[in-house]
């Protein structure tokens, strides 16, 4: 782990050498490494805000589940809010579940990313204000006639179909299907962040 941080430290340093010769209106981030462990987290911490990037991210293994994250996230943050460091935007990287972005957005993470809510509406889950919707599973779905994913989303797809036309595209292994499931669950998630915004 130690040989890992300290190349994952030189690259990023090398990195950033070479943006800052030609910037072009981009903002550069370095991602801080270190696994669970404390010591690792907090000398990449250490280094790498020492450093003038625009932004931290937080990437790496992060934890076995949510509530390792989280715990991670709950002695790491605070370190972020040191001097300059509390002025600077903080990202996760490649987590977008529910209980990681509800937890880690209290923790002070800014900005997310990850394939979570594409990927499990090419699977057949759909996320929604009362739970998740399996569209694959039952026959419930088959014959919610009129039915919305989620009644209060202004997506397109809750707009314009149903539970059952989306449990038949679904079924017949339609391409269409995931386009519309994943344009209702990014939505879900941006609206998910806005209300996190507004609290």
Not at 143 to 151: M, N, R, S, V
Not at 184 to 192: A, E, P, T
Request: contains cysteine.
């Amino acid at each position: 782990l130690v040989e890992s941080v300290n190349r994952s430290h030189r690259w990023e340093a090398r990195s950033l050498r070479k943006h800052l010769d030609d910037v072009k209106q981009q903002a550069m981030y370095c991602v801080v490494h270190g696994g669970v462990d404390v010591e690792m987290r907090t000398e990449s911490v250490d280094y790498l805000t020492s450093l003038p990037f625009d932004g931290y991210a937080i990437g790496g293994s992060l934890g076995k589940d949510s509530d390792e994250l989280l715990k991670l996230l709950g002695w790491m943050m605070p370190m972020m809010e040191e001097g300059h460091r509390k002025n600077k935007p903080r990202h996760l990287l490649g987590i977008a579940d529910e209980k990681s972005i509800l937890g880690s957005v209290g923790h002070g993470i800014d900005t997310f990313d990850s394939c979570y809510p594409t990927r499990v509406a090419r699977h057949g889950t759909l996320l929604s204000r009362k739970g998740k919707v399996h569209i694959k599973s039952g026959i419930t779905h088959s014959k919610a006639y009129g039915l919305p994913i989620d009644d209060e989303c202004e997506c397109s797809t809750c707009k314009h179909y149903d539970r059952s036309y989306l449990w038949h595209l679904f079924k017949a292994k339609e391409p269409l299907f995931m386009q519309l499931a994943a344009i209702h669950n990014i939505q879900y998630m941006n609206d998910l962040m806005k209300q996190q915004r507004q609290e």
